[in-house]
């Protein structure tokens, strides 16, 4: 076992998931939101390491790699349409695509 | 120790699988759209059909899936909406230039992926059926991606979604670091700061999904942008399967009942309602309308959520049976009105005017659904509308009770404003007649239409069959 209390390592965890609910609110560029989903995906993948290790516990290290294999799924599916979104606006300003309003 | 491994109970969900890869297989060997879609229905209503014959007096159960009465009802309803959308896209996508046979397999992945969501009874099978569930639905959403529309709703709808998996997983993380455990019943053991955090985290997450007000802002443009038989799929099976897995997971987990919780929920549903019905009044496109209204009736269910008695389950049994056939029925009028697909889809209400004067019956089906949304007597709307109104009135929550009110006097202007349209003696764009259609396909939708009048006119069989459900 580590020195590390659990508490610190889950702070640094919502830390990382503010930075990334921050980044997707804020960047209007596609990529950089991209971003951001992967740093709150690993900041919850995280959450899970810390509290899996605090409990001696394989259960959160599976979840973990559910975690990671969810974000790579993600990652290829939002860039593929990231790559239609370009060829058909040529622009990936967020704003630009948005059209459907209402 | 559980039972033997109930096999059999996991038999739909093998079929739907197996739906999926041999359609995979085909398209690997040669496209035939024909014969994917027979493959898909064939495999739907086998699973149906074994989904019907499997209910057992005792529920069997794993570590992760449970098989109840509760799952039970929810997979014949993931079943049937989604055989229905197999049906309907068979007519919708002849006209489609792209590859169309990818289409099925990402239905037959998301009923699988509902199938998991309904019968979880852990964070990692509610996890992967949740992904399994979203993850087509973006392709699906995006599948027409020469049209600007389809890919923004895709995309918008990829980024929400994900950014709500991303708060669940958080809050699921959370709730594991207090408790230790991933089972609902092993959460149920401990309260304290970080589950409490967790479980709102969770909310937030399921919200999104939901459409719960504050996280409601992806709904509409969603809806518009998607092809119909992707936007039904998602109005149907998604928002089913997902209020199916929140109302167990308050069911048999405390902290979701928490006092503050339970408070913020009334108050959400309270927002939903209003908010939904309100923002659904100015619209002039018939699939953004729907949008707004599957908000809002999604606020008419939170009330049973809230309240979270044994009764709320069958309450919630009946409104999302009722919903889920007028949300059909309505959205198999427009797929049908918008096919073979073309340039633009038949969405925009002025594509309606006039429609009793071409199509008699698809407006007669239209108008019923309509009804049936508003929760007019003789309708099956109204028995929902009935049973959440009766839930709050015994449960004493005066204010549930007054916004139910309030948002179903606000829908009925709406409902109103598209049944009008429907019978003015103005032929609009007589191009927009829908024409050939296999007589197969109305009759899906005049069927329908009929289900929503019987069960609205002659409550009594389903309402005693979910009565008899063992939860």
Not at chain 2, 6 to 32: D, E, K, N, Y
Not at chain 2, 353 to 378: D, E, N, Q, Y
Request: glycine letters at 8%.
């Amino acid at each position: 076992m580590s020195g590390i209390p659990m508490e610190h390592g889950l702070m640094v965890a919502s830390a990382l998931f503010a930075i990334g609910l921050a980044g997707l609110m804020v960047r209007r560029n596609l990529m950089f939101v991209l971003m951001s989903l992967e740093i709150m995906l690993n900041a919850a993948g995280l959450a899970f390491i810390v509290a899996s290790t605090a409990w001696a516990e394989p259960h959160g290290q599976v979840m973990y790699l559910m975690v990671i294999t969810l974000a790579a799924a993600e990652a290829s599916v939002g860039l593929a349409l990231v790559l239609q979104i370009y060829r058909h606006f040529r622009s990936l300003d967020v704003d630009a695509v948005s059209q459907l309003r209402g | 120790m559980p039972a033997p491994l109930p096999l059999l109970s996991l038999g739909p969900f093998a079929l739907v699988c197996a739906a999926a890869v041999t359609v995979l297989l085909g398209i690997a060997w040669q496209r035939m759209h024909t014969v994917s879609a027979l493959v898909t229905i064939v495999g739907l209503l086998g699973a149906l059909v074994l989904q019907l014959a499997l209910q057992t007096p005792d529920s069997a159960e794993t570590p992760l899936l449970v098989f109840d009465g509760l799952s039970h009802f929810a997979a014949l309803m993931v079943l049937g909406s989604s055989l229905v959308v197999a049906l309907l896209s068979h007519t919708y996508l002849r006209g489609y230039t792209g590859p169309r046979e990818e289409f099925y397999l990402l239905l037959l992945c998301a009923a699988a992926g509902a199938l998991i969501l309904v019968a979880s009874q852990h964070l990692a099978s509610l996890f992967f059926g949740l992904e399994l569930l979203s993850m087509p639905l973006y392709g699906m959403l995006a599948y027409r991606f020469q049209s600007s529309h389809s890919l923004e709703a895709g995309l918008k709808y990829l980024i929400l979604s994900a950014a709500g998996s991303a708060f669940l997983l958080f809050g699921m993380a959370l709730l594991y670091a207090q408790t230790g455990a991933l089972d609902f019943t092993g959460l149920a053991s401990e309260m304290g700061p970080w589950a409490l955090a967790g479980t709102g985290l969770m909310l937030v997450g399921l919200g999104f999904k939901l459409s719960i007000v504050p996280f409601h802002l992806w709904t509409p443009d969603v809806y518009q942008g998607g092809p119909v038989p992707a936007t039904m799929l998602l109005a149907s099976i998604s928002k089913l399967a997902v209020f199916v897995v929140l109302l167990r997971l308050v069911l048999e987990v405390p902290t979701f009942r928490d006092e503050a919780l339970s408070a913020l929920l009334a108050g959400l549903a309270i927002l939903t309602m209003i908010v939904g019905n309100l923002l659904a009044l100015r619209q002039s496109d018939l699939k953004r309308l729907l949008g707004y209204s599957s908000i809002a009736h999604f606020g008419y269910l939170l009330v049973a959520l809230v309240i979270g008695s044994r009764f709320a389950v069958e309450t919630a049994g009946v409104y999302l049976i009722t919903y889920l056939v007028a949300t059909l029925t309505a959205f198999g009028v427009v797929t049908l009105l918008s096919s073979p697909c073309r340039t633009e889809e038949a969405s925009n209400l002025e594509h309606y005017r006039g429609l009793f004067w071409r199509r008699p019956w698809l407006a007669a089906a239209l108008t019923v659904a309509m009804l049936s949304l508003a929760g007019i007597p003789f309708t099956a709307g109204f028995i929902g509308k009935f049973y959440i109104l009766a839930l709050a009135v015994d449960a004493q929550r005066w204010w549930l009770v007054a916004a139910v009110i309030a948002g179903s006097a606000i829908g009925l202007y709406y409902y109103l404003r598209v049944m009008v349209a429907l019978f003015l003696r103005e032929a609009a764009d007589a191009s927009r007649a829908g024409r050939g259609g296999h007589w197969l396909n109305d009759t899906i939708v005049l069927v329908l239409a009929l289900l929503v009048i019987v069960l609205g006119v002659w409550p009594a069989p389903a309402v005693d069959w979910l009565a008899g459900l063992n939860y």
